[in-house]
């Protein structure tokens, strides 16, 4: 089998003293944190949840201001809360609220996915154009007294976007990817789609995080390597928790002789080890995630995160017969592939040209 294995030993070899110090703190506050969270979970009268609601709301208000403080040092990290103006805080807030929510169904969660990467372009790519702006004029279905157009002005992202390849870790990377290629075409001035190459990652979830294998399967990826020397690679997945599925990837493609021009990771949620494993371990890369969480458990599951954000996505594969990525596609429906029918045509051709 062709395939690349990454250790979890070898990523915390990447990390300084400081860092592991700073993850041992973070551990610290999050386990009284947990207590607040039993004291809730068992809490029968008023009195005591009234109670447990306020310890709860103090430790991550701690957390919250520990983890922001440590990122005025970290300029590769990008956390959307702590970089944007308060106004937009409530709008993230609530959106990571509903997507943590076990009663968020399919529907809903992938409607939310959706607003989280709209937001998240806004930030690293159309806040970083700003003030420079350009012109579209749009017909509108008025044409009395005359066919009417409207013009707007939006972000001049161009400069940005036209290098870049859109790098899909599947499975739960898939969607997500398609809608943040999809805002690129938006915004770009001629419709670009960004070509897309697509890696067959997972890690051996059987193991602890301490010990956690990553397994790049390059039999069933589909990417071309000349094609990503010199690129802005971008990599969009929902959930960043130990990074090393990332940094298997790109440190494959450096080994191979390959030179991206930025490595950019967009993440919904991010845990504070996987974010600062990523940037010392990989230079020049960067991290914008909409919401940082503290931990990890012994599983490597983000916490307090949202679960598995790829089974929410996509529904849960069956074991013995895992959907490959066309079937991925068609069971998204007519609806998802309609609107993302670009993208779609984009990752068939560099499926069925390989």
Known sequence: MNKIILHATDLDGYLKDSDKEILAQVDALYRAYLDDCKRLDNAHE????????????????????????????????????????????AQASRLIAKLRNPSTGHEEFLYYIQRAYELLFGHVYADAALPTKRSIITPTPVDVPVQNYAVHRIPDVDSQIHNSVMCVMLRGALLPSM????????????????????????????KKEANMDYI?????????????????????????????????????????GIKPKSVKFINVISALKGSLRIVRAIEGAEVYTLWMDPVLNEAAYILPGLGDAGDRLNGKDREENPRNIIQLIADYGSTITNLYRSQVREIEKTVLEA
């Open 216 to 256: 790049l399967d390059l039999d069933k990826s589909y990417f071309n390597l000349a094609s990503l020397d010199g690129k802005d690679l971008i990599f969009a997945d929902p959930m960043n928790a130990t990074g090393g599925s990332l940094v298997t990837i790109v440190k494959y493609l450096k080994d191979h």
């Open 46 to 89: 008023e009195a005591a949840r009234e109670e447990a609601h306020r310890a709860l709301t103090e430790g991550a208000t701690e957390i919250g201001h520990y983890l922001k403080n440590l990122m005025v040092d970290e300029p590769a990290i990008h956390v959307y809360s702590f970089e944007t103006p308060r106004e937009q805080h």
């Open 179 to 206: 809608i943040l290629s999809k805002e690129i075409q938006e915004y770009s001035s001629d419709g670009f789609v960004t070509p897309f190459a697509l890696f067959k990652i997972k890690r051996d979830d059987s």
